[in-house]
């Protein structure tokens, strides 16, 4: 485990309390949010009910089923918002494992127990020249520790020596090292969610235009879906917005913090010179990829 501790400022320290009331809000607000919806269908499936046996004939039964649908589109995106909670963090590498790259396994396992955190759950390679580090569960990691996994870029792996690979993971893992500096990381992974949740696969306004193709005044009712979402998305955006501003504040001495966990353990000389070189090795990457895109475009394999 590390020996050295990094003491964080006041400035940070007030916008990690401003944070945990902003997290905490956004998961009060999506409980109440799916209470409610659960309620709202109740009533509108009890209310269509009624209304059909109350006077069974066409415009009754249309009426019914228009609140049928309301109920149901407003509690399944509720739960659609929820289980953006559950969903893993995507990768668009290509995982690699300790059998086939021993000795990159062994100055990855070697780092982070110098830093003094745990060892990454996976590990991959990525069409890229950086290197980072992502949760491997968004729920889990805003209640308690969770493994991350690593990614690496395969740019970066050809261009630096063994020592400067293993001060910029030890960069990557210093964010997580020390418990000062979580709720950090836990802004941003809540910020990831929250747009995950406001601007990824909204497709209600696409069902509603159906249900009203096949018939007006289903898709009339149902419109009351549409204003709920929007209710629940302009509460989402504020604290999305609040949440977001803070982590601009967080990040800036996450950085430096990350960067003297790295220098402690390889040396400022050997973090600074991989930072000299960095934009040549994206334009060499770059033109690279280019020049084998081009072939492929011309069929040329």
Known sequence: MNSFKINVSETYKKAQKKSAVWIALFLITLFFSTILSIIIFIICVCGGIAIVIAKPMWITIFLGLGLLALGGLIVYYNIKFILNIFKKTATNGIEIFETDQPELFKLIKATADKVGTKHPKKVFIIDDVNAYVSYSNNLQSLFFPTRKNLSIGVGLLHGISQNELKGIIAHEFGHFSQKSMTIGSHVGNATKIMEDIL???????????????INGIVGFISMGAVAYNKMIESILKIIHKKLEFNYLKLSREMEFHADQIATNVVGIETMSKPLLRIELYQFVYQELANFYTNLQDDKKF
């Open 199 to 213: 601007y990824s696969n909204q497709t209600l306004k696409f069902d509603v235009d159906n249900l009203g193709q």
